[in-house]
């Protein structure tokens, strides 16, 4: 199944670095939850295959249990290949990683 959404990066800065983040819709989450019906990951984790413009790879979305969404993690590589920038909305299609 794949999930279609819409989202603008957003920037966490940490400690040693600064990641960039997409919030999956509460549609999109509540899509996602249903096609995953293993026991989650580590730190409720479920395993992605991600797809923005011709940047496809495998990942993981993760809960933000005060809000009750997922967040998902862009790597520098896709931001610099498809030129995303902080505060910019993006088109992604995310599906279960059925394979771990």
Same mark, same amino acid.
């Given at each position: ?7 603008? @990066?957003?920037?966490?800065?940490? =400690?040693? *670095? *600064? ?7 509460? %549609? ?6 249903? *096609? ?11 395993? !992605? @295959? &991600?797809? @923005? ?17 997922? @967040? ?5 590589? !896709? ?10 909305? %993006?088109?992604?299609?995310?599906? &279960? =990683?059925?394979?771990?």
């Amino acid at each position: 199944m794949f999930i279609r959404s819409r989202s603008k @990066i957003w920037l966490y800065s940490g =400690d040693k *670095a *600064a990641w960039h983040f997409l919030t999956l819709s509460n %549609v999109a989450a509540e899509k996602l939850k249903a *096609a995953f019906k293993q026991p989650r990951r580590g730190w409720g984790s479920i395993p !992605v @295959i &991600v797809q @923005i413009g011709k940047s496809q790879w495998k990942t993981s979305v993760f809960p933000e249990s005060k809000l009750g969404i997922f @967040i998902l993690p862009i790597k520098a590589k !896709v931001r610099k290949v498809e030129n995303i920038k902080h505060g910019r909305t %993006v088109s992604f299609t995310i599906e &279960v =990683d059925r394979w771990k």
